[in-house]
C-alpha cells in the first residue's frame, strides 16, 4: 500500500459528461502529481501541485482542470468527455516538490460509452 | 519534443536468471534518470533512480546503468523471480520542469 488513496477505483460514464477523480495523498506530503495511463500512451504527465499551488503542467486538456486543497487533497476534473477519454487515471505525491520518487495510488479507471 | 522510449517491448525471462531492461531517452538536460515497476492492476512503484553525473548505482538486486554518449539506461535485475514479474517503465526527471516524463514501458515475463 503505497498510502495514497484515488477515488472512485472505477467510473463509467457517457460523452459529454463531467467527472471528478479524488486523490488523497500520503500523510504529510506537498505535491500531488496527475498521470493519465492509456494502451497507445502509456503514462502521460498531466499536472502537479505543490501545497496547493500549480507547480507543472503537462499535456492537460483544456476540458480537464485540477486543484489541491488547504488538506492537501486533490480533486482532478473532466468536462466535455470523449471516447478517447477512457483511461486510467493516477495520482502520485511525494514529500516535497522536486522528487524523482512519487508515491503512486492503484488508479481510477474512467470509461467513457 | 521530449521522449523516452524503450528498445524491447516484451522479454521473458527463467526464473534465477538476470534480466536486463533497455531503455533509450532524448533529454540531454534531465537531471536524473528512473526506473518504475508496475504490477498488473497497480499505480507505479519507484525502484530506482540515477543522477545524470553518474554512470552506475545499485540497490538491491537492481543495478541502473547510465551512458550519457549514447543516451541509454539499462536496468539489470540479479536472480529475476516470478514477483519481478511486471511492466517496467524508465522516466526522466528534469528539476527545473519538476515533471517526470515516462517512457513507454517492457513488460517482464519470468519463466518458473
Known amino acids: 500500500d503505497s498510502g495514497v488513496t484515488q477515488t472512485p477505483k472505477h467510473l463509467i460514464t457517457a460523452t459529454g459528461q463531467r467527472v471528478t477523480l479524488r486523490c488523497s495523498p500520503r500523510?504529510?506530503?506537498?505535491?500531488v502529481y496527475w498521470y493519465q495511463q492509456s494502451l497507445d500512451q502509456g503514462l502521460q504527465f498531466l499536472i502537479q501541485y505543490y501545497n496547493g499551488e500549480e507547480r507543472a503542467k503537462g499535456n492537460i486538456l483544456e476540458r480537464f482542470s485540477a486543484q489541491q486543497f488547504p488538506d492537501l487533497h486533490s480533486e482532478l476534473n473532466l468536462s466535455s468527455l470523449e471516447l478517447g477519454d477512457s483511461a486510467l487515471y493516477f495520482c502520485?505525491?511525494?514529500?516535497?516538490?522536486?522528487?524523482?520518487?512519487?508515491?503512486f495510488g492503484q488508479g481510477t479507471r474512467l470509461t467513457v460509452v | 519534443g521530449e521522449s523516452v522510449g524503450l528498445h524491447l517491448p516484451t522479454l521473458s525471462v527463467q526464473e534465477g536468471d538476470n534480466s536486463i531492461i533497455n531503455c533509450a531517452y532524448s533529454n540531454s538536460a534531465s537531471d536524473y534518470f528512473i526506473w518504475y515497476k508496475q504490477e498488473s492492476g497497480k499505480g507505479p512503484q519507484f525502484i530506482i533512480d540515477i543522477r545524470s553525473n553518474m554512470d552506475k548505482r545499485q540497490g538491491q538486486r537492481v543495478t541502473v546503468l547510465l551512458n550519457k554518449t549514447v543516451k541509454h539506461l539499462s536496468l539489470q535485475i540479479a536472480a529475476t523471480q516470478p514477483g519481478d514479474s511486471a511492466v517496467y517503465f524508465c522516466?526522466?526527471?528534469?528539476?527545473?520542469?519538476?515533471?517526470?516524463?515516462f517512457g513507454a514501458g517492457t513488460r517482464l515475463f519470468v519463466k518458473a
Open positions: 522516466a526522466e526527471y528534469y528539476t527545473g520542469g519538476f515533471k517526470t516524463i
Open positions: 500523510s504529510g506530503d506537498l505535491s
Open positions: 502520485a505525491s511525494s514529500a516535497v516538490g522536486a522528487s524523482t520518487e512519487a508515491f
